[in-house]
């Protein structure tokens, strides 16, 4: 069954269920995920709720109190907005609340007090309402029945509107252009198209009635920027409700409904089967001149029979809409909407007026940047505004929080214009002048103030209707008209008696409509216009309601966990706490023709993403047994985490992406996208059985069986076509690629065919740029790269390929992982991207020293004044570790596999590091140091050699756990020196708790009278992981400032096992920053 059926049926169970409980909380947990959704033929990424499209619906009775958990593990801010339920904080973003950021929660908790009916819930934060939404259905009180005949069912019918395109990618654009969005491609039905569109017969709507029932349709209009026709063909509907408010019925055959409106209707079927299907359908109601969506959405009414079981033979019947522009029907249908004015549901109309307002509503023009061409009409930008203000959203806080502290100054000001700035003949010719204001503008109300607002269309761009609607209250409708509003002559034929009462209005094109209401509810309330695109051009504003006298008439503190704005932090030197959750489980992933059970994060492969800014706090769960807690302080860029313990990191990683300060830029163009690309190794056997199998034996280990780019072996594998990733970009775009390799045992080279790459990062540190058609990347480093796409589809598909390079004389893998780079294409070129020539990329051979040290060489950091390169020139200590590989005797009564029935080892100053089994950092701490650690770790190798020359005899390490004392602020020179012991190889160094700086490095033998005098200490490489050459030595700095205990190992995995590793101890300082933190009470024992 697919997912909106498992929609309905819910909220239809749950309509039943709660028909026999009383008043109670109810909770509801929202995780906002992204959700792979195909319809019109097109796969596309979205952003839902719990992964659901519509999202899930929220049902509750008058007087129960709702809990909804908001968890947001998206790239996107967000904010759930509560629609016509009457509340204090309701859910736009930066007027009642800040969003919630990315990583981050936040429950949402309020009462049903006085309202039942059908209401919405949706983002309100940029376009994501386009996927992101679902229905509220509010029962009365148990025992109270319905002002109309009880239903046999209850349905929720949600317009929507679907974009093959990125929503949120098409207003920024539209806004960066001055120029109108692109349209919808399609509208839906309980997000089903149906099968007027394109791959869309089986997206279609059903729903499935009885002869001779009735059915209570809960219709809501969740299009972004369309008011829409229903009606459904050869029956009758009965208006029973509007925006939860019950009126008095009527029938009709065709509804219209504005964007943020819900209607409730009655569908009374056929007494008989009617030997016949019949067609729902909605289309557009459009009175502006600009381009929209003119298709037709449509769902199926479908009788069930038990005697009539062969339905696909029946004809169907297609109901009549009105045109497009039937102002006429509008106008006749909305005049029939009238509250029951009853004593039991009254219409408390203010009869008596504190505050007169009369608004413009339209569209308008602002200015085009300088030296910049903009789509608006003359070269300018769309604008839209209320009494010629263009409401700008605040950027230092929200409009609420700034009110309840009094912290307005800077945020908004107290003077939104009651009546228009410039009188005019408003539905007449257009004013010469039609740029906007920009401003935030706030209409301040004394608590109880009764209002009455009339809202007027203009002609400056074009007559054109607009829903509005209002935050926190309901109004009533008690007049409207066409033309210019008469405030003499109009107020006399207004409905003070039974008006309809709603929270969305639509002013007609080329008219007015009056409301009233009773501002009774302190806080701030937004109020715009629900076509989205209107919105987005600044047709909004806000009223600030102000405290009462009693005690339940003023606004309540906001609660603790209400989300702050991360602009507000930063500007006092804090950062946002983002929360993560990783639950280690495992997951059978299929690879290379083989099924295998592995250990992942969340069941992910490769793991979930961290993205965070620079001065953040990450609070990073696992499972339930520790948590990890740290503040990110003076860096950005990309790093990656990772299982630290045996090879499990072989499927346990993933991208860390730390972004600059929010308003910091990037020292390079902006990128059109970022991309994170991690390479893999991929086993079909156990990792861990490996090995331990090695370790026992003591010779090599297996080698991987393919090399992945994010989790994927790609096509040049078997069973892997489907298994490749692919990069879809835009021609003429800038793309930011954050390559990590999380490879276990491989440097690798890495090209994009017919594509130049531009380095400007390296381990999460910034370079001065370089181009390069092929990067070298070790196991441990990461390397971000502008990848600038050709101007033009170039018709063709490039492959990326990545394989190893290897200087050791151990046997590889040998084989090559690759991705695909694949370009969009207008959808009217209907040639299939795989009918285009794929190019394969270059790589060196895989022992080309050559390329990898002049690719090296030219990574250089920044060294300017934002971002200098802070090398020590002192140094205090210096320090000549010989790393490379060796042997161990093989253990008495045992066959080993090492060279001459030897065990294969590896050492740092011919210490092969012996992991303790406690703690080193706790055993430091606390002074316990006996039997675990000894601080005489070598400053110099054991015996000196020719270390790349002839091996000496004796190949044999020595063991044991061994640390370097170091007191705080000690300034550090180490150069790693390659030993040819078992052979010369490669070793990516890797240095927990700091960066350093490589100040030089060399191939031979190194040579401490004459290499310093070429060490570069002035814009050195600035990293955390380098390799140490083939044969060779390499000489880095750093700065011993963090207090505590810092591994240093070789990031080849088998390297670690055999013993390549050894670690530092960071004394105190004086200061208390200077000094090691306690451990945290949940830490886990050894």
């Not at 169970?13 to 995920?33: G, P, T």
């Not at 339920?85 to 859910?91: A, E, S, T, V």
Request: glycine share 6%; with cysteine.
């Amino acid at each position: 069954m697919g997912a909106i059926g498992i929609l309905l049926i819910v909220s239809i169970i749950a309509l039943c269920l709660l028909h026999n409980v009383s008043a109670e909380i109810r909770h509801y947990k929202f995780e906002i995920k992204l959700q792979n959704v195909t319809r019109l033929c097109h796969t596309k990424n979205i952003v839902t709720v719990n992964g659901k499209f519509p999202g899930p619906p929220i049902v509750a009775r008058e007087g129960d109190r709702l809990e909804i958990e908001v968890i947001n593990n998206v790239q996107n801010n967000i904010s759930i907005h509560w629609h016509g339920i009457r509340q204090i904080r309701n859910g736009p973003a930066y007027v009642t609340q800040c969003p919630i950021q990315i990583g981050q929660k936040y429950v949402y908790n309020f009462t049903i007090i006085g309202q039942r009916g059908t209401f919405w819930w949706h983002a309100h934060i940029s376009w994501l309402r386009s996927t992101l939404y679902g229905p509220i259905i509010i029962l009365p009180k148990k025992n109270n029945p319905y002002p109309f005949t009880k239903p046999y069912k209850e349905v929720p019918i949600i317009f929507g509107e679907w974009f093959n395109g990125d929503t949120e990618t098409i207003i920024s654009q539209a806004l960066q252009t001055g120029g109108g969005p692109n349209v919808s491609d399609a509208y839906t039905i309980n997000g089903l198209p149906g099968p007027l569109y394109n791959c869309s017969k089986k997206d279609t709507f059903k729903l499935k009635v009885k002869p001779g029932k009735t059915y209570l349709l809960r219709l809501i209009n969740a299009a972004l920027n369309d008011e829409l026709f229903f009606s459904i063909a050869n029956h009758t509907l009965q208006v029973i409700d509007a925006d939860g408010v019950y009126v008095k019925p009527f029938e009709t055959n065709t509804i219209i409904i504005t964007p943020g409106q819900t209607h409730n209707v009655l569908l009374k079927t056929k007494p008989h089967f009617p030997n016949a299907k019949f067609y729902m359908l909605a289309r557009p109601y459009v009175t502006g001149p600009g381009t929209f969506d003119n298709s037709t959405v449509a769902g199926i009414l479908e009788y069930e029979s038990k005697s009539k079981p062969h339905l696909k033979n029946l004809s169907i019947f297609k109901p009549s809409l009105p045109s497009l522009n039937d102002t006429i029907f509008v106008t006749d249908f909305t005049s029939k909407l009238r509250s029951l004015a009853t004593p039991q549901f009254p219409a408390n109309v203010p009869l008596y007026v504190d505050r007169h307002l009369f608004f413009t509503i339209g569209l308008g023009t602002s200015p085009c940047d300088q030296n910049k061409t903009c789509q608006g009409p003359n070269g300018t930008k769309f604008s839209a505004s209320i009494n010629n203000v263009s409401f700008i959203l605040p950027t230092t806080n929200s409009l609420l929080q700034s009110h309840f502290f009094g912290q307005s100054k800077g945020v908004y000001k107290p003077d939104f214009p009651y009546s228009p700035l410039n009188w005019f003949n408003y539905t007449g010719n257009p004013p010469n002048n039609t740029l906007v204001n920009n401003d935030t503008k706030l209409m301040v109300l004394p608590f109880n103030t009764s209002v009455e607002l009339v809202m007027q269309d203009t002609s400056i761009l074009g007559l054109e209707s607009h829903p509005l609607h209002l935050h926190g209250f309901n109004f009533f409708v008690v007049g409207q008209g066409f033309g210019n509003y008469d405030p003499n002559k109009d107020p006399s034929n207004f409905n003070l008696v039974d008006p309809i009462e709603r929270n969305t209005v639509g002013v007609p094109s080329g008219g007015w409509v009056a409301i009233r209401f009773l501002a009774d509810n302190p806080g701030v309330w937004f109020m715009h216009c629900h076509l989205e695109v209107h919105t987005s051009w600044g047709l909004k504003m806000a009223w600030l309601v102000q405290d009462g006298k009693l005690p339940n008439q003023k606004l309540p503190p906001p609660p603790m966990d209400l989300p702050k704005f991360d602009t507000l932090a930063l500007a006092k030197h804090e950062g946002i706490t983002r929360h993560y959750k990783f639950n280690i489980q495992m997951q059978n992933v299929t690879r290379l023709c083989q099924t295998k059970n592995i250990v992942t994060v969340n069941g992910k492969f490769p793991g979930p993403r961290i993205i965070a800014r620079e001065g953040d706090r990450l609070v990073i769960k696992r499972g339930q047994s520790y948590v990890y807690n740290f503040t990110i302080t003076g860096q950005r860029g990309t790093l990656f985490w990772h299982a630290h313990i045996s090879w499990l990191r072989v499927t346990l990683y993933g991208p860390i992406v730390i972004l600059p300060k929010k308003g910091v830029a990037y020292p390079f163009p902006q990128p059109f996208k970022e991309v994170p690309i991690l390479f893999g190794e991929w086993w079909k056997a156990d990792t861990e059985k490996i090995v331990n199998q090695a370790l026992q034996t003591g010779g090599p280990p297996n080698i991987s069986d393919a090399y992945t780019i994010n989790g994927l072996p790609g096509l040049l594998h078997n069973c892997s076509a489907k298994d490749t990733f692919k990069l879809k970009v835009k021609p003429g775009k800038t793309y930011l690629l954050r390559v990590v390799n999380a490879a276990l045992n491989d440097e690798l080279f890495f090209s994009i065919a017919n594509h130049s790459l531009t380095v400007v990062e390296v381990d999460a540190v910034y370079v001065k740029p370089f181009n390069a058609n092929i990067i070298l990347i070790t196991p441990g480093q990461t390397t971000n790269v502008l990848l600038k796409t050709k101007h033009f589809h170039p018709k063709a598909t490039f492959l990326m390929s990545a394989r190893p390079y290897a200087t050791g004389p151990a046997s590889f893998d040998n084989s090559t992982t690759t991705g695909i780079l694949e370009y969009h294409q207008h959808s009217n070129n209907t040639k299939k991207s795989n009918k285009f020539p794929l190019l394969n990329s270059k790589l060196p051979i895989f022992n080309d020293t050559t390329f990898a040290t002049s690719f090296v060489k030219k990574i250089r950091s920044l060294a300017n004044a934002k971002f200098p390169a802070n090398v020590p020139k002192r140094v205090d200590k210096h320090f000549f570790f010989t790393v490379g590989l060796g042997l161990n005797p093989c253990p008495k009564n045992q066959t080993c596999q090492g060279p001459n029935n030897t065990k294969l080892a590896a050492s740092v100053n011919n210490v092969s590091f012996v992991q303790p089994n406690v703690a080193l950092l706790q055993s430091h701490y606390f002074n316990q140091s006996k039997g675990v650690y000894t601080t005489d770790f070598p400053v110099n190798p054991p015996f000196k050699f020719n270390y790349t020359g002839n091996p000496p005899n004796n190949s044999f390490v020595t063991s044991g756990t061994k640390v370097v004392m170091l007191p705080f602020n000690t300034s550090v020179e180490l150069v790693m020196q390659d030993t040819s012991i078992i052979s010369a190889e490669s070793h990516p160094l890797h240095l927990h708790g700091f960066n350093f700086f490589v100040v030089g490095q060399g191939f031979g033998n190194y040579n401490s009278s004459k290499d310093p005098a070429n060490f570069n200490l002035v814009d050195p490489a600035e990293r955390n992981t380098v390799g140490v050459p083939s044969g060779g030595w390499v000489a880095i700095r750093f700065l011993a400032d963090n207090p505590g205990v810092w591994f240093m190992h070789c990031h080849l995995e088998v390297h670690t096992s055999w013993g390549l590793k050894m670690v530092w101890m960071v004394t105190d300082g004086k200061s208390p920053k200077q000094k090691l933190l306690p451990p945290p009470a949940d830490l886990p024992k050894c």
